[in-house]
Structure formats: C-alpha cells, structure tokens
C-alpha cells in the first residue's frame, strides 16, 4: 500500500520568510516518482515538480528548492523569501506505475503568506 | 497550448438527479483520470483510461458512479441518484501516457467541478 503524509495541516509566515513543507512517503515499489502541486484559492491543480526514485539530487527553481532523502522516505518543500502568492494548499503526491496509475495524494499543507 | 478543460464548473442539484461531468483533456495525451476532492477525503482516485485499454474502476465508491471515453478524447463522468456525501469537486487529469518511467506521465489537472448535492 501506498502513503503520502504531510503532518503540517496549516502554516503561516510573514512575507520574506523562509518555509519548509513536509512530506514523507511510504512505498514497496523500488521504482516510484514524486511530484508536489499547487492548489491556489481558484482551485486549479499546478504541477511544479516531479522527481523519480533514482535521482536523489536536490533541485532548485527560483525561490523553490526540493530536498529528496530515500533515507528517510521524505520529499520536502523549501520556498525561500515566501511572498503572498504563494499562499495556497500545497499537495505532495506519489506515483508508481506498477499496475496502479493513480496519485496517491498527501492531505495538503495550507500555507498563508501574511504581509 | 490550451490545457485541461472542465464542464460544468458548478452544479447544484438535488438528490435523486443524475449528473453528468464533462472532461476535454490536452490534445494528444492518451491517459485521463478523474479524481474527487472532498473535504473530508482528500483527494481520491475514481479512474483511469489510457488509450483503449480497458479503464481502471476501482477507485469508484459505488455503482451509482460510472465514467466513459468516447474516441480516445473527452470523458464523462456520470452519477446516478445523487446523494449529498457525493458534494465534492470532482478533478479530472490527462497525461502523454500513464506508462511510469516514460517520462510522460505527469498529471495536469483541469479547474474541477463543484458538485453541491441539495
């Protein structure tokens, strides 16, 4: 069976600050893929990374870096100088193809950026 | 390009009434899904198709729910005597292909439709 926990239910931070999201997953497959989305207030699910079992490199895209441990099953979320958009729900996901095409999805982080 | 697109982005309806949801994937992706998102379930699998093979069911909750694809493209999902715990958003995504390792499986998702059961 497959697990995605995000135990951060809700975080706030004053714009500027920096904020980590957690995420930590439970799988059998040796071969899986992560991804984490975007849910702003309008609703729409947005893709901002995926990352496969076997690449373990941290990743940087702006102000958003991805931190990947296999040692500890955990894929987190750093978005450094947090500004008011990117306040929104953010969902941790996980993929692993064999013979299950579904993401099986974290309960979100709510995350208000306060000006 | 224009991406996942939904239809109605509202319904309101009243129990006992059949609804039926509209999906338009992005040209060329051979694999969609339909997820609900609820707030007290998180977001749940419901199905899955790719291309022709036969479709993945076994995430819909009951047989009052059932979902077709007509010629590899749009998608509608249909619910039959609705019940009021069926009042979610229901998401519906599209890949490339849902073949993990190709590269081509990430998920796009369209806006959803609010489903209120009344």
């Known amino acids: 069976a497959q697990k995605v926990t995000q135990a951060q239910t809700e975080i706030s931070v004053v714009e500027k600050e920096d904020v980590t999201l957690d995420c930590v997953y439970e799988t059998r497959d040796t071969t899986y893929y992560l991804f984490w989305y975007k849910q702003p207030p309008s609703g729409e699910l947005v893709f901002l990374i995926r990352?496969?079992?076997?690449?373990?490199q941290n990743e940087i895209s702006g102000r958003y870096s991805w931190n990947f441990q296999k040692s500890t099953s955990s894929f987190n979320f750093t978005i450094t100088a947090s500004q008011v958009v990117d306040s929104a729900v953010y969902f941790c996901?996980?993929?692993?193809?064999?013979?299950?095409?579904?993401?099986?999805f974290g309960k979100g982080t709510k995350l208000s950026v306060i000006p | 390009g224009a991406g996942v697109s939904q239809s109605p982005s509202n319904k309101v309806t009243e129990k006992g009434k059949d609804v039926e949801l509209r999906c338009d994937p992005i040209s060329g992706h051979t694999a969609l899904y339909w997820y609900r998102q609820s707030l007290g379930q998180g977001l749940e699998f419901l199905i899955y198709?790719?291309?022709?093979?036969?479709?993945?069911k076994s995430g819909l909750p009951s047989d009052r729910f059932s979902a077709e694809r007509t010629g590899g493209s749009v998608s509608t999902l249909t619910i039959q005597r609705t019940q009021q715990e069926d009042s979610a958003v229901y998401l519906c995504a599209s890949s490339l292909e849902g073949q993990a390792g190709s590269g081509q499986e990430t998920q796009y998702f369209g806006p959803g439709t609010r489903l209120l059961v009344l």
């Open positions: 198709f790719q291309g022709n093979s036969a479709p993945d």
């Open positions: 996901a996980l993929y692993s193809g064999a013979g299950s095409y579904q993401l099986t």
């Open positions: 990352r496969n079992s076997f690449d373990e």
